[in-house]
């Protein structure tokens, strides 16, 4: 019998819902925009880039924000949006220029 009250415990347990942690990091976004490059999904690409300044930006992290800047300056040379990756290189080159190194 005790058996059974194991069994039926475990076995409610497995049918409760799973937590599900949002992954949300600098390392993640890049991980995805890397993907999209290699697949040539380069307006993918781009989403994950904004998601990567977004997330440095939240955490005040201006090295990441200018390194991720400088990333999407690169994307949209690739798509031939010259104006977008010049604003895109000078804000990366401001905020590098921002933050004093360690």
């Not at 992954?23 to 040539?40: E, P, R, V």
């Not at 994307?75 to 933050?99: M, Q, R």
């Given at each position: 019998?005790?058996?059974?009250?194991?069994?039926?415990?475990?076995?409610?347990?497995?049918?409760?819902?799973?937590?599900?942690?949002?992954?949300?990091?600098?390392?993640?976004?890049?991980?995805?925009?890397?993907?999209?490059?290699?697949?040539?999904?380069?307006?993918?690409?781009?989403?994950?880039?904004?998601?990567?300044?977004?997330?440095?930006?939240?955490?005040?992290?201006?090295?990441?924000?200018?390194?991720?800047n400088y990333?999407?300056?690169?994307?949209?040379?690739?798509?031939?949006?010259?104006?977008?990756?010049?604003?895109?290189?000078?804000?990366?080159?401001?905020?590098?220029?921002?933050?004093?190194?360690?």
């Open positions: 019998m005790n058996y059974f009250f194991v069994f039926i415990i475990f076995f409610y347990s497995s049918l409760l819902p799973q937590s599900t942690e949002k992954t949300d990091s600098i390392l993640y976004y890049t991980s995805l925009k890397n993907s999209s490059i290699q697949t040539n999904n380069y307006k993918e690409a781009l989403l994950h880039t904004q998601k990567a300044i977004l997330y440095a930006t939240r955490n005040k992290n201006i090295e990441d924000q200018a390194l991720q990333n999407l300056g690169k994307i949209y040379f690739g798509l031939k949006e010259v104006d977008n990756a010049i604003e895109t290189f000078s804000k990366s080159a401001t905020l590098f220029s921002s933050f004093k190194p360690l």
